[in-house]
């Protein structure tokens, strides 16, 4: 039965509140995390020995599905590009990269401590959860007033007096070497970008780069964040996919392909409405986002565009996704404008990814502290200058990875589907015989298996109950699967099962490869 839906304002499909009723149940995200549990895609952390709060374990589906996005992120913004390049850069950092980018110095939360119990809070956290008012962008004061006014009290043990706020720096200390001390204080890193930056004159002089052009890194990350939460939404060790484009300062709208995307539209929470504490989204092309100045250059506009394409790509429905823009208080140290893309998660809309134009503050910064120069020479003007960051795609892996199963967790009749792009699906293809003690339909099946092998990521399964299997393929988000049987010895032909249709048609073993392809080209 095709699902019913009610159409959004805009004509398109439902909202997901109104097509939770139908196709989504995902009540919460704890049904998620449980489901993730229960399928192999992602364990708690440290769980044999009573667990770690922030840390994540991804299981034999989830690491297949957490690198395929990672590598089809890694095609798009890099190696179908000719003015993007790749590094992989060092996790564990010599400290001034972090004094110098400003994170020793900002890079903090507001935490409240409970007086009776000891636990911390996140106070823009308590402040939304207790009075549902947004708070990340809130002054200290202002949050000191209002948990004072209302009297909030430590949700934990629900009696205690919270502490003052204060700041609470979120970079991961270690040490390097034998001696512990302050000489041998270095840090994880807090943002994969940075070392991006440290490196930009590495990869000018090697990687025979002109202006304008990126430099992307995909890799871990490390926060201490005081409050973890909502799965893997926010954690202590996640992963970034993030691209820095330099520019030339005076040349911040020379964006060649700007008028292929301008006529785009998409959904945009403006700082201003959020100002007037109104949470009015307004659909606007990416054209109007560089002519209306909401973003500073054409170039931000173009890779805002390509960033949230690539999850429309990917399946996320465009109701699903809007921009918001930073107000002037909530924007980072480094930042001149910012916009996240948000995701309506089953927790409500929250940032998925971002984007910053960081202007020229980082290669200044690393400039001054490192005593070295980044400058770039302009063969026009002969004169040097400082690039530009016009636009930062700022991924967190483990976010798109949450995203993209919220968006595929379907429930249809009593089976849950993962409806998964089949180029994300940990497995493409299962081949089932259906019984496991006849020695001459297991070969048959195995060579079926071996057939298509080189062609898809396929899963094997001698099981005898193709009921079960299916369900349980469905269940994992695989495309398709084949049931050899009895007649397939006579008539070398076996049955494909479609995952989103259930439809079954008989295919010779000879066609099976194209019809597998049609198959998995159709979703
Ligand atoms: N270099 C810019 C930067 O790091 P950010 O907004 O702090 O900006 C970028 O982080 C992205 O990294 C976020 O949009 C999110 O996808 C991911 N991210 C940040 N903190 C995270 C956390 N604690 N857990 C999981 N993902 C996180």
């Known amino acids: 039965m095709k699902p019913q839906t009610t159409p959004n304002k805009f004509g398109g499909p439902a909202s997901r509140e109104t097509r939770l009723q139908i196709v989504q149940p995902i009540k919460s995200i704890d049904e998620l995390a449980s489901f993730c549990k229960r399928r192999g895609f992602v364990f708690p952390g440290s769980e044999l020995y009573g667990g770690l709060s922030g840390f994540w374990d991804y299981g034999p589906l989830g690491v297949e599905l957490k690198n395929k996005i990672k590598?089809?992120?890694?095609?798009?913004?890099?190696?179908?590009?000719?003015?993007?390049?790749?590094?992989?850069?060092?996790?564990?950092?010599?400290?001034?990269?972090?004094?110098?980018?400003?994170?020793?110095?900002?890079?903090?939360?507001?935490?409240?401590?409970?007086?009776?119990?000891?636990?911390?809070?996140?106070?823009?956290?308590?402040?939304?959860?207790?009075?549902?008012?947004?708070?990340?962008?809130?002054?200290?004061?202002?949050?000191?007033?209002?948990?004072?006014?209302?009297?909030?009290?430590?949700?934990?043990?629900?009696?205690?007096?919270?502490?003052?706020?204060?700041?609470?720096?979120?970079?991961?200390?270690?040490?390097?070497?034998?001696?512990?001390g302050e000489k041998s204080t270095a840090y994880l890193r807090g943002e994969t970008c940075q070392t991006i930056f440290v490196n930009f004159k590495?990869?000018?002089?090697?990687?025979?780069?002109?202006?304008?052009?990126?430099?992307?890194?995909?890799?871990?990350?490390?926060?201490?964040?005081?409050?973890?939460?909502?799965?893997?939404?926010?954690?202590?060790?996640?992963?970034?996919?993030?691209?820095?484009?330099?520019?030339?300062?005076?040349?911040?709208?020379?964006?060649?392909?700007?008028?292929?995307?301008?006529?785009?539209?998409?959904?945009?929470?403006?700082?201003?409405?959020?100002?007037?504490?109104?949470?009015k989204v307004t659909e606007m092309t990416f054209g109007e986002l560089a002519?209306?100045?909401?973003?500073?250059?054409?170039?931000?506009?173009?890779?805002?565009?390509?960033?949230?394409?690539?999850?429309?790509?990917?399946?996320?429905?465009?109701?699903?996704?809007?921009?918001?823009?930073?107000?002037?208080?909530?924007?980072?140290?480094?930042?001149?404008a910012t916009f996240d893309i948000e995701y309506n998660f089953p927790f409500g809309w929250k940032e998925l990814g971002g984007q910053a134009d960081r202007g020229q503050f980082d290669l200044t910064q690393h400039a001054k502290f490192s005593k070295k120069d980044l400058s770039c020479f302009d063969e026009e003007t002969k004169q040097r200058f400082i690039p530009y960051v016009a636009a930062e795609p700022s991924q967190g892996v483990d976010r798109a990875f949450l995203a993209l199963l919220t968006e595929a967790y379907t429930v249809d009749g009593d089976r849950i589907v993962l409806k998964l792009k089949p180029k994300l699906a940990p497995v493409q293809v299962a081949v089932f015989p259906l019984l496991r003690n006849d020695a001459k339909l297991l070969k048959f099946a195995q060579g079926v298996h071996k057939g298509i092998k080189e062609k898809f990521i396929?899963?094997?399964?001698?099981?005898?109950?193709?009921?079960?299997?299916?369900?349980?393929?469905?269940?994992?988000?695989?495309?398709?699967?084949?049931?050899?049987?009895?007649?397939?010895?006579?008539?070398?032909?076996?049955?494909?099962?479609?995952?989103?249709?259930?439809?079954?048609?008989?295919?010779?073993?000879?066609?099976?490869?194209?019809?597998?392809?049609?198959?998995?080209?159709?979703?």
């Open 202 to 279: 590495n990869v000018l002089d090697t990687a025979r780069m002109k202006l304008p052009f990126g430099i992307a890194q995909a890799g871990k990350a490390f926060r201490n964040e005081i409050a973890p939460r909502d799965f893997l939404f926010r954690s202590r060790e996640f992963e970034q996919m993030e691209l820095e484009f330099f520019v030339h300062p005076q040349k911040l709208n020379d964006c060649p392909e700007f008028e292929k995307i301008a006529k785009k539209k998409v959904l945009v929470l403006t700082a201003s409405e959020q100002v007037k504490k109104s949470q």
């Open 291 to 336: 002519e209306k100045v909401y973003v500073k250059s054409k170039w931000h506009a173009y890779w805002l565009f390509q960033h949230y394409n690539w999850f429309l790509e990917l399946g996320i429905s465009p109701e699903n996704l809007r921009l918001r823009e930073h107000t002037k208080d909530e924007l980072s140290h480094y930042a001149v």
């Open 458 to 523: 396929t899963h094997y399964e001698e099981s005898g109950n193709i009921g079960k299997s299916y369900r349980r393929q469905d269940e994992i988000g695989t495309p398709a699967c084949i049931t050899v049987d009895f007649d397939s010895l006579k008539g070398k032909d076996v049955t494909v099962r479609d995952r989103d249709t259930m439809k079954q048609k008989r295919v010779k073993v000879k066609e099976l490869i194209e019809y597998l392809e049609k198959i998995l080209q159709s979703k």
């Open 71 to 180: 590598a089809d992120w890694w095609k798009k913004f890099v190696q179908d590009r000719d003015d993007v390049v790749g590094i992989d850069g060092a996790i564990v950092n010599n400290p001034n990269i972090w004094i110098a980018s400003g994170h020793v110095g900002s890079f903090a939360d507001v935490l409240v401590d409970c007086k009776r119990c000891g636990v911390k809070h996140r106070a823009d956290v308590l402040i939304n959860d207790v009075l549902g008012i947004p708070a990340d962008s809130m002054a200290i004061e202002q949050m000191k007033e209002i948990i004072e006014k209302n009297n909030i009290r430590c949700p934990a043990c629900k009696k205690g007096e919270l502490t003052e706020p204060r700041r609470f720096n979120l970079l991961f200390k270690t040490h390097v070497g034998a001696v512990e």
